[in-house]
């Protein structure tokens, strides 16, 4: 019962993470761009049971964000496209939510991030630890992480 709990919960807090993070750029959850990566709930496979990802999705774009979707792994589901070019999907985006721990995500480049996404100081939310808190905070990134309060009050660069 407690797990169940938590994974409901997970989507939620990914949101307001993410909503925090982007008001310390100014910009407001219904005006934002945001990259959702990973659909998939398990690592390195297209296995979308009890994925948090879609709460997600639906959280933000009933909150008015504009959210595109990637997973190397997943092209479609209900109806929902997911698109399988990265940087398509995090070009002219305000915020990065990581939703899944695939491989190709701890491989994120910051500088590339920064560049595709057009922005002095974009977001980029770690829902699975999978990215260097520091390496993306050094190249003006605002990061939030789960469980990562060391970092997530960090000053802008």
Known sequence: MLARDVNDFMPKHMVNLTQNALKRTGTDLGDAKIALLGWAFTK????????????????????????KIH????????????SNN??????????????????????????????????????IVDGRNVVSADEFIAHGFVYKGIGRGDKNEHALR
């Open 44 to 67: 390195n496979s297209g296995d979308v049971r009890d994925s948090p990802s879609e709460v997600c999705w639906a959280i933000l774009v009933q909150g008015g964000a504009r959210v």
């Open 71 to 82: 997973d190397p792994y997943v092209s479609i589901y209900n109806n929902i496209p997911i």
């Open 86 to 123: 990265l940087r398509d999907v995090v070009r002219d985006t305000d915020a990065i939510v990581i939703m899944t721990g695939h491989d190709e995500y701890a491989k994120l480049d910051p500088i590339e991030l920064k560049a595709l996404s057009g922005q002095d100081h974009p977001v």
